[in-house]
């Protein structure tokens, strides 16, 4: 009778992601729209995108080429589709299947896919939050090619927010809906650009199909939207917009400048938060203008202006001092090194007029003779300095406060709605972390922003599409686990063993690991490792997740 072999292949967390990817129908959306470009092609352009996602979400920061190795102790038949090997998911399909993506445009295909996906997961979509963020790159792209050529990105040096400006980057705009943080727009920016141009490119070419599809409230941003031109564009198209007003713009500088001698009001559920609202046309564009002051922010940001005030001041008494000791050939020489030193001064002011010293100097060494002559004299400026109560109490007025305008007003009659109140702005606004949270994830080091590097920067722009989908795939499992035990009344242990309904899907990755695929004389499967805790996320996920565990 011969050996029993057992041959076993990690499946772990990936069969989560896999299965969000037969749910959201991803490798069939891709494979609808872009023909193969081979018949004997052993992997779809969908199955393409869907390893893709897969090895971005296995957390292990490999390049593209290495993707079959990725795969070769994966469980690819369950992940994937059947008849697929690891050797078939090699660099040169991936790479043309990025360069299909790009031909057909990436910002277009994503928006498709993600507005069935926001409708899919019946989210809400009250507001979108708009961002952007650079990412660096590896490798010399464009050096052949128009600069003035709009079809591409260009990667190329820039303000970058990773602090490398010494490397080449790339900037990726982001749309997300708040309820779950979903990606819904994606548009690749060459590495130069600052958001306030992309904002206004994005609100004037695309906001209308966001509208017309997901029928949102607020458009939601930090301040670089918050430009004439672009509020322009947003009141021209009849979008509501929630924006943190620039501290920047006069009005608002006076305005957060009274804020101490206001009477500010509670915001209702922010125990932390007082505001008040005013009026306020900017950009000929009606708004109302909220002043919120957080108190915890406030004290924190006391104690950092107290630590670097000493520091600034220390160091400008110190260059006084140094300054007394500097001789001049002349008495304006020292007056005007003085002024200098007043002008630079951010904080101290001299407690006195200036006074200049003049010291002759005598030839020769040793003590002068009483009939000498001297044979120049030198000038030295004295004062001391100080740092005004005034300066301190004008740099008090504004920690802890900013100013968050929106054009939804509150006039009786003429909306068919109640005007947003404190609370609901504040609530919407701080929905602005989704996309920030998605920042992070898509720079996570384990992630695979760190294969950036490809041969041409058209696979670049696809693959920026490729990130954001795994990033809409991760909402998309967190918001269905979470939603489901709710649902369900039923509970996951977090980190602390304590029982929750709101895990993070990272931490339910980590916990799948040891899940594995055990084959048995190359015949009969068995799924080995689960536990319950594993067991409760697959069931309230429901069957078609529990196909790919069974």
Known sequence: ???????????????????????????????????????????????????????????????????????????????????????????????????????????????????????????????????????????????????????????????????????????????TENEAGIPVFMAPASGNVNDKTCFQEIIKNHLSCFKAALNNRYLVADAAMYVAETLQLLDKQKQLFISRVPLNIKDAKELVGKAPAMALEPVEGYEDYSFTEVPACYGDVRQRWFLFLNKKRRLSEQKTLTRKMQKQSLKEARDLEKLGKKAFLCRDDALEAFAL????????????????????????????????????????????????????????????????GTNDLDQKGLNTHKGINAAELLSTYKSQQKVEGGFRFLKSPDFLVSSLYLKKAERIEALLMVMTLCLMVYAAIQHRIRYELKKQSRVFLNQKKKPCQNPTARWVFFCFQGVSVLTVNNQEQRVVGLKERQWTIIQVLGILYESVYS
């Open 341 to 404: 030193w007043q002008k630079q001064s951010k904080l101290c002011q001299s407690e006195t007029e200036p006074e200049v010293i003049c010291k002759p100097c005598y030839p020769g060494k040793g003590r002068p003779s009483s009939d000498s002559k001297p044979d120049h004299f030198e000038y030295f400026v004295q004062s001391t300095c100080f740092v005004s109560c005034e300066k301190r109490e004008n740099s008090l007025a504004s920690l802890g406060c900013f100013i968050l």
């Open 1 to 175: 009778m011969p050996p029993v072999q057992y041959q076993s292949k990690n499946l772990n967390h990936l069969g989560l992601v896999a299965a969000m990817c037969r749910e959201l129908k991803i490798a069939e959306y891709f494979d609808a729209r872009i023909t193969n470009d081979s018949d004997a092609r052993n992997v779809t352009i969908g199955q393409a995108v869907v390893a893709m996602i897969i090895n971005g979400l296995g957390f292990t920061g490999q390049t593209l080429y290495l993707v079959p190795e990725f795969f070769e102790d994966k469980p690819i038949d369950r992940l994937i589709g059947e008849g697929i090997q690891a050797e078939h998911l090699n660099d040169k399909i991936l790479g043309r299947a990025l360069d299909s993506l790009y031909e057909v445009g990436v910002s277009d295909l994503y928006l498709n896919l993600a507005i069935k996906v926001v409708n899919h997961l019946k989210l809400p979509c009250k507001a979108l939050n708009l961002d952007g963020t650079s990412l660096h790159t590896d490798g010399v792209y464009n050096s052949n090619e128009n600069p003035d050529d709009l079809n591409c990105i260009h990667i190329c040096r820039g303000y970058s927010r990773d602090h490398r400006p010494d490397l080449n980057q790339v900037v990726l705009q982001l749309i």
